[in-house]
């Protein structure tokens, strides 16, 4: 069984910083790819960043947002700067694998809320 548990959410002013976690357990074979997903009150989730064989960010990020990925740990980060009170939405990690048991699935952790005031 694959889990992904997600920590680092909470509440910030504009323009301070944020750094998002995500640890991944369970037989996994293979990461075909991780990314970090948003989703505001009353709006649908969109992507905020992945990384796989390339990355890639939303363009309402790009130069204020990083994501990584440490192997060794197995963890996905989302380091947020700058951060704007539209970045308030609950993020959400996702996770594109190959299970042991040579299975595609995705998965999604449970979800962490960031807010950020103005």
């Known amino acids: 069984q694959v889990q992904l548990v997600e920590s680092g959410g909470g509440l910030v002013q504009g323009g301070g910083s944020l750094r998002l976690s995500c640890t991944v357990s369970?037989?996994?074979?293979?990461?075909?790819?991780m990314g970090w997903y948003r989703q505001a009150p009353g709006k649908q989730r969109e992507l905020v960043a992945m990384?796989?064989?390339?990355?890639n960010y939303a363009n309402s990020v790009k130069g204020r947002f990083t994501i990584s990925m440490d192997n060794a740990k197995n963890t996905l980060s989302l380091q947020m700067d700058s951060l704007k009170p539209e970045d308030t939405a609950v993020y959400y990690c996702?996770?594109?694998?190959?299970?042991?048991?040579?299975?595609?699935?995705?998965?999604w952790g449970q979800g962490t809320q960031v807010t950020v005031s103005s």
């Open positions: 996702n996770g594109d694998f190959l299970t042991d048991g040579m299975v595609h699935i995705v998965w």
């Open positions: 369970g037989n996994i074979f293979r990461v075909n790819a």
């Open positions: 990384i796989g064989g390339s990355t």
